[in-house]
C-alpha cells in the first residue's frame, strides 16, 4: 500500500517535479514553463505537494488565491489528489 501525505514542499521536492513536468509537455504547453513560479512558492514555504511512495506527485502553490497553480502528474490523475491539496489549503485558510 502507498503511503500518502499532504505537507509543505521542501527544496528537495522540486527535482522529482521538474522532470515529470518536463515529460509532460505537449506542443511547448505545459507547468514547466511556469517553473519560475513554482520555485519562488517553494522557497517561501508557500507550495503544498501531495506525497506517495513514488514522491510528489502534485502540488498547489499559494493556496487559494488567483496566484495559485494546481497540478498532479498525468498518470497520477483522477485518484483525489488535487481534491486533497485543496482541501488541505481551505483547511489553512479556515484556521488563519
Known sequence: MKRKSVRTAIPADLPYIQEWLKHEVSHGFGFINN?????????QKLMTVFMD?????????RGISLDTI???KSDCQRRGIGRALVEHAISLEEAN
Open 53 to 61: 511512495s513514488e514522491g510528489a506527485v502534485g502540488f498547489l502553490t
Open 35 to 43: 517553473w519560475g513560479m513554482i520555485e519562488e512558492a517553494c522557497a
Open 70 to 72: 494546481l497540478q498532479t
